[in-house]
């Protein structure tokens, strides 16, 4: 039997989820930092630019491939699990505009109620807020912005800030950050000779 002290609070266990629930979410999460084919084709069909679809790699989180798709006009949203079932997931949002250090003050953090003060600090090549219950860090590319949120305490500030800086698009279609598909390879034709002048060999058969 356990006493807890008179006039000393119970401490309370972490959030868990049930095994069951966790096995389900885990199941329906891709590898760690990288978008399927599937779930990038789900999100531009659900209204996401290909070129504001991005991905990170985050210790310890898979990606919550149900989560992810289009935000507002053209953006893009994506949650990352704990692969421990241990807290809430980390959220993804890439959206089109620019970001700067009015905004960052201006601006409700990231899953927040608003309700809270923002304290905004530029760093490095970001910027990192937190309104006391929830951070966020978000960088500038080009003409987009990409953000990563979290509950305070849950992600110390070096990853989420790692993490975002290491964010790369997922869908290389000639935006100029992506990885480009491969170039089409020619179908290979068995009636061009390996030598001469290449032209198609086409032999003669019985009766001319």
């Known amino acids: 039997m ?12 972490g959030r868990l989820l049930p095994a069951a629930l966790l096995a389900a979410v885990l ?15 789900r999100a531009r069909a659900s209204g996401a630019a290909p070129d504001l679809i991005y ?24 949650r990352y699990a704990p692969e421990d079932g241990a807290g809430d997931p980390v959220e993804l949002r890439v959206d089109r505009g620019s970001f700067n250090d009015d905004l960052c003050a201006s601006t409700p953090v990231s899953g927040g ?4 003060a923002v304290r905004c600090e530029r760093d490095g090549d970001g910027w990192y807020r937190t309104d006391g219950v929830r ?4 960088v500038v590319r080009g003409d987009h912005f990409v953000r ?4 305070v305490g849950q992600v110390g500030r070096d990853a989420l800030r790692e ?16 990885t480009p598909a491969p170039p089409p390879t020619a179908v290979p034709r068995g009636d061009l000779p390996t030598t001469g ?12």
């Open 163 to 178: 993490a975002v800086l290491g964010a790369r698009p997922a869908v290389g279609d000639g935006a100029g950050e992506g």
């Open 113 to 116: 109620d608003g309700g809270g």
């Open 2 to 13: 356990r006493l807890v002290r008179k006039g000393s609070p119970a401490r309370r266990p």
């Open 197 to 208: 002048d290449g032209a198609p060999y086409n032999p003669v058969g019985p009766g001319g």
């Open 27 to 41: 199941a329906a999460c891709g590898t760690q930092g990288t978008l399927s084919q599937e779930v990038v084709d």
């Open 55 to 78: 991905a990170v790699e985050l210790d310890g989180y898979r990606i919550l491939e149900q989560s992810a798709g289009g935000v507002g006009e053209e953006g893009f949203g994506v």
């Open 135 to 138: 951070q966020d860090y978000t």
């Open 148 to 151: 990563l949120a979290a509950a």
